[in-house]
């Protein structure tokens, strides 16, 4: 089964910039579902980006041109790169392929 695991995650300030990446343990083909979610404290994991088994790429409502999904087949991963982060982007970040999660990275935006 594949694996996946994120990186890139940390600590910044409002308005800052963070680059997530995921890494599969295999191929990561077109046919899945390739993306991020994310969890915060209390609340339920949603989604963030994600590619669509159609080559569609979906963002949440929230994103509003901030976040930039992108992927590289030829390297199996898949990168979330983020700008003018805000307080309320404090999560766990989740990447999913398939069925499969990784373990998530923690973001957190505070001054």
Do not use: H
């Not at 994991?45 to 992927?71: D, H, P, Q």
């Amino acid at each position: 089964q594949v694996q996946l695991v994120e990186s890139g995650g940390g600590l910044v300030q409002p308005g800052g910039s963070l680059t997530l990446s995921c890494a599969a343990s295999t191929s990561i083909l077109a046919i899945y579902v390739l993306g991020w979610y994310r969890q915060a404290p209390g609340k339920q994991r949603e989604l963030v980006a994600r590619f669509t088994s159609g080559g569609v790429t979906n963002y949440a409502g929230f994103v509003k041109g901030r976040f930039t999904i992108s992927r590289d087949n030829a390297k199996n991963t898949v990168t979330l790169q983020m700008n003018s982060l805000k307080p309320e982007d404090t999560a766990v970040y989740y990447c999913t392929y398939g069925t499969v999660w990784g373990q998530g990275t923690q973001v957190t935006v505070s001054s």
